[in-house]
């Protein structure tokens, strides 16, 4: 079936590193590919998206890009900041029906000024 | 004017009892859902409406019952609650026909805890 593996946190970075949070997936047909962000005590918001091969999603200084060739989905963000700290969910949707979302196990991200 | 708005926020019982989770959606979508994140974060989907009918239903043990009585309301009931129950669960919803790639939105989630 459908899955998505992240790479393991915590994630430990300084205010202003390059941050890159890797993601690979399984999944048949043409997957749909997400990254939710969940602050502490929060839900889950989406942080950005791409609906197909060599789509680049991006938001808020963070950017993702759809590699078919890859099968991945990398998190990426220049310089990161402390309000950055959360947990990152990397997801899929597959081509089938019913919009069921497939997530990652997250990767808790810790920002220190 | 909370999109996505669950309650209890938390909720704290003891094992064997009956609780309820409540979720409602102002935004107009037409699909809820039902995640269960456990305690190293991992999250996983129970159920989901579209329109009152349910559309998916993982392994989900029996004592797990969702009902939606309207299309704005999606809630969990939850019968002799044991221990492995404890965990966030976080309803969603979207505008999403069934092969839309429109995002899901997230309540906050109910922590849910059992003594």
């Known amino acids: 079936g459908d899955s998505v593996t992240q790479m393991e946190g915590p994630v430990t970075l300084s205010e202003e590193a390059f941050l890159t949070i890797n993601c690979t997936y399984t999944?048949?047909?043409?997957?749909?590919l997400f990254w939710y962000v969940q602050y502490p005590g929060e839900g889950l918001q989406l942080l950005l998206k791409?609906?197909?091969?060599?789509d680049k999603g991006s938001n808020k200084g963070f950017e993702a890009t759809y590699r078919k060739e890859t099968t991945s989905f990398h998190l990426e963000k220049g310089s990161v900041q402390v309000s950055d700290s959360a947990v990152y969910f990397c997801a899929l949707k597959g081509s089938g029906g019913y919009n069921k979302l497939i997530f990652g196990a997250g990767t808790r991200l810790a920002v220190h000024p | 004017d909370t999109a996505v708005s669950q309650t209890p926020k938390y909720l704290v019982t003891q094992m064997g009892n009956d609780k309820s989770i409540k979720c409602e959606q102002n935004l107009g979508h037409d699909t809820m859902y039902w995640y269960k994140q456990d305690s190293k974060k991992f999250l996983k989907i129970m159920f989901s409406y579209n329109n009152k009918e349910l559309i998916i239903n993982e392994t989900v043990p029996n004592r797990f019952s969702p009902k939606s009585p309207d299309k704005a309301h999606l809630n969990l009931h939850i019968n002799s609650l044991e221990l492995g129950d404890s965990a966030v669960y976080f309803c969603?919803?979207?505008?999403?026909?069934?092969?839309?790639?429109?995002?899901?939105?997230f309540g906050d989630g109910t922590r849910l805890s059992i003594l």
């Open positions: 969603a919803s979207t505008s999403a026909r069934l092969y839309s790639n429109q995002p899901q939105h």
């Open positions: 999944a048949t047909g043409y997957p749909s």
């Open positions: 791409a609906t197909k091969a060599d």
